[in-house]
């Protein structure tokens, strides 16, 4: 994997108890990145090392395996790879590092600007339970838009005509849910199925979220009258009425 290249070639790893491989750490990183690069933009992205979780009953954390983890864990890579190597970056092993918090809970950042210092990307890669980012900058808008779309061709991020496209997908499940269970404006929703807390139904969004106000509640007696958004897919049909 190119970024793990990168910075086992620029900055051996030396780990320490919460410490970093060099004096600089990633909000050093960071801020390098901000400070001399005037435009820039976060992305979360997909995780590349989907390796560990918490199991729920003994709280430990535990592997994750499989063929279907091995795949998507060597795709994401291979984006990742793809686009390092389409905007030609070299390492800056000055801002780069690693920490091994556990045996199972670590990250690595990666800090990468091309020849000219013109754009730059800063990766940040989890190797836990969270999520990577990738704060892509350059010094111009022009070239924040060619890494942008570099993104999209390695399949890092989407499209916004791909997240459009998503987000009506979501918005046409959640509309479909609520005429299933029989929700429209004006249904009473009987949130606990104890009659203990009633909402009304006063709208219903784009996104098909629903906007409802709380007529009555001895649960929570301060949100009497507020109004809240909620999901389809949180209401029991059995308690619309």
Known sequence: MRLAEIL???LPFNPTRGGTTDDHTFDD????????????????????????FIDAISGKHLMKNG????????????????????????????????????PSIGYSWYTLENQDKTIACLYYEDRGMGGDEALVSAKDKK???IIRQSLINAGIIKSPEDMKLRKQEIAKGRSDLAAKKGIKIGSEIDAFGDGSSIYKVVGIRPSGML???ILHSTKFPDLVGQKRTLKPGTVLKKNVR
Not at 29 to 50: C, D, G, H, L
Not at 75 to 99: E, I, L, R
Request: aromatic letters at 14%; proline letters at 4%.
């Open 67 to 102: 063929p279907d983890i091995a795949r998507q864990s060597a795709a994401n890579m291979t984006a990742v790879d793809s686009f390092v190597d389409d905007m030609k970056f070299q390492s800056n092993p000055y801002f780069s590092g690693d920490v091994q918090i556990s």
């Open 29 to 52: 990183a960071k801020e390098y990145i901000t400070s001399n690069y005037p435009f820039y933009k976060k992305y979360s992205v997909r995780q590349i090392s989907k390796s560990f």
């Open 8 to 10: 086992a070639e620029g």
């Open 143 to 145: 070239d924040l838009a």
């Open 211 to 213: 906007d409802i106000e």
